[in-house]
């Protein structure tokens, strides 16, 4: 594993003895939901190996999640309910509901779990001390079974109750997508097929500072679109109108700049916009000319010119790492970029590459390309795959090492 992985010890799910066993499993089903139903089921898909294994065990299976950002008090549109109804759909079994994770009617519902059924519990954060990772909480939800997977590899990176709390009171492993996940991004880090490129998007650079600098270390090129290369461009004296910008992580720009270039690494910035006065969907659209920004526009996209060259580096990498779209790709308008990106990764993959895209954004600009079935792998956890790569020893692990 990476650096500051290697000393923790995790059991396998494979490696246990759950027959007929009251399991309590941590999944990550923060989906998007549209119109009362799941509008994106690429997280729930990815935890139906460990589930069908939990299943065809005889095992009684409880789930718990999260969903949005309910701050802390049940809000009927954060509710899981929907996806138990599409999780029951894609196994194609009845999944029983519990309307709290904890208290007696969620008692009730896992204690009452056959052999080989399956329940899912209401969002974890409706109550507040899921965050807090209160011991209290964490100990009520470990009397739904009497052993701990953990397959919510998005969440991994959160001291939350039920990642970091539950394993102290009940023994633990991780389950199959979590060791999958920890496999492609453990190549990434460990013996990467080389030209090796990172591709890095998204709004906000501080967020990514840590992985751009463990990064550089080890890549061979470094590409920076959406809002945090306006930043990257104004640390080089670069105009970029009024584009998003963090003024307090130029500094930061700077130094990965410069780190960059002294260990010979590209590192390559848009070298044209796709620029409007306001963020609007009927706004006036326009070109730039190259890297500048003129003072009344504002940077929504990459250019033609950038995703020539932005394409041309994709193709002739050997492993890529992509995280963030590069340009506020809700909007139609200004999504011809990051669906390009998408197009171009699914492509060097096609001629064997190894690429690994991580984040919701970016799985969600996947589905848009209609080429989330032509990438290597995708992770479901964008902070917690960047954490990672960063050398960060991850809350959720680091609870279950024995």
């Keep these: 594993m990476a650096d500051s992985q290697q000393t ?23 989906v998007p939901l549209k119109d009362g139903g799941v509008a994106d089921d690429t997280r729930i898909r990815e935890t139906l190996p460990t589930l069908r294994h939990l299943l065809d065990v005889g095992a009684k299976v409880t789930l718990v999640a999260h969903l949005g950002r309910p701050s802390g008090k049940p809000n009927p549109k954060y509710s899981l309910k929907p996806v138990a109804e599409r999780l029951g759909q894609l196994l194609k079994t009845r999944v029983h509901f519990a309307s709290d994770c904890v208290g007696p009617e969620a008692h009730t519902v896992s204690a009452q779990l056959g052999s080989g059924e399956l329940a899912l519990l209401e969002n974890l954060r409706f109550h507040p001390e899921e965050e807090s990772n209160g011991g209290g909480f964490a100990q009520e939800l470990s009397r739904h079974g009497e ?68 990064l550089v270390e080890r890549i061979d090129t470094l590409v920076v679109g959406g809002g945090m290369a306006y930043t990257f461009l104004a640390a080089q004296n670069v105009e970029i109108g009024k584009s998003l910008l963090e003024k307090a992580s130029i500094p930061d720009a700077k130094s990965i700049i410069e780190k960059a270039y002294n260990r010979g690494v590209e590192c390559l910035l848009p070298a044209d916009h796709v620029t409007v006065g306001e963020l609007k969907d009927d706004c006036a659209a326009k070109i730039t000319s190259g890297m500048a920004i003129s003072p009344d526009q504002i940077g929504a996209d990459i250019g033609p010119r950038s995703i020539e060259i932005f394409s041309q580096v994709i193709s002739d990498s050997k492993t890529i790492f992509w995280n963030g779209p590069m340009g506020v790709f809700e ?38 390309a209609k080429v989330a079935d032509k990438v290597t792998h995708c992770s479901t956890g964008g902070g917690a795959s960047l954490e990672f790569l960063e050398g960060r020893v991850l809350p959720g692990l680091l609870a279950l090492s024995q």
């Design 8 to 30: 923790l010890k995790l059991r396998r799910l494979q490696d246990m003895n759950l027959r007929g066993a009251r399991v309590l499993a941590r999944v990550d089903y923060n």
């Design 147 to 214: 052993f701990f997977v953990q397959d919510a590899f998005g969440a991994l990176h959160r001291a939350h109750a039920s990642t970091a709390g539950v394993p102290k009171y009940l023994p633990g492993c991780i389950g199959l997508l979590v060791q999958k996940e920890l496999e492609f991004l453990d190549r990434v880090i460990g013996n990467p097929q080389r030209p090796f490129l990172a591709i890095l998007g998204g709004a906000k650079v501080s967020d990514k500072i840590g992985v751009m600098r463990r």
């Design 331 to 368: 909007m139609e308008p200004f999504a011809r970029g990051s669906v390009a990106v998408a197009k171009a990764v699914a492509r060097a993959t096609g001629k064997g590459a190894v690429s690994i895209v991580g984040g919701g954004d970016s799985l969600a600009l996947l589905n848009k």
